[in-house]
């Protein structure tokens, strides 16, 4: 399971922290991701942690403001988000999957990932 949290109302150029807790056989876990959502678009991949070793991904347009992370001791992953800006304004989702995809070009995919969280909306004020 996973559940998301951290999501908020903040003014453009605020920050917020997104957390995503893992449970269940989290050991077998590959990749942990987060993706967001807004109204009438698809949903969009902002950024993806390795959850044994190190790699870290992000889209193109994040990378700078958006920092992943992970505590593994609590089985969770983080989404420290800067300099927000109303087109931020979505759902943000964690997602999560077992396979180890060596292209990583795939982490940036929904339908790389098996496991998904609720969801925890993000808005930013103008």
């Known amino acids: 399971q996973l559940q998301a949290s951290g999501g908020g109302l903040v003014q453009a150029g605020g920050s917020l922290r997104l957390s995503c807790a893992a449970s269940?056989?989290?050991?077998?876990?590959?990749?942990m991701g987060w993706f967001r959502q807004s109204p009438g678009k698809e949903r969009e991949f902002v950024a993806a942690?390795?959850?044994?070793?190190?790699?870290?991904y992000y889209a193109d347009g994040g990378k700078g403001r958006v920092t992943i992370s992970k505590d593994s001791a609590r089985d969770t992953v983080y989404l420290q988000m800067n300099s927000l800006k109303p087109e931020d304004t979505a759902v943000y989702y964690c997602?999560?999957?077992?396979?180890?995809?060596?292209?990583?070009?795939?982490?940036?995919?929904?339908?790389?990932?098996?496991?998904w969280g609720k969801g925890t909306q993000v808005t930013v004020s103008s």
């Open positions: 997602a999560a999957d077992r396979t180890y995809y060596s292209d990583t070009s795939r982490l940036r995919s929904p339908t790389a990932y098996s496991y």
């Open positions: 269940g056989r989290t050991y077998s876990l590959s990749v």
């Open positions: 942690i390795r959850w044994h070793g190190f790699g870290t």
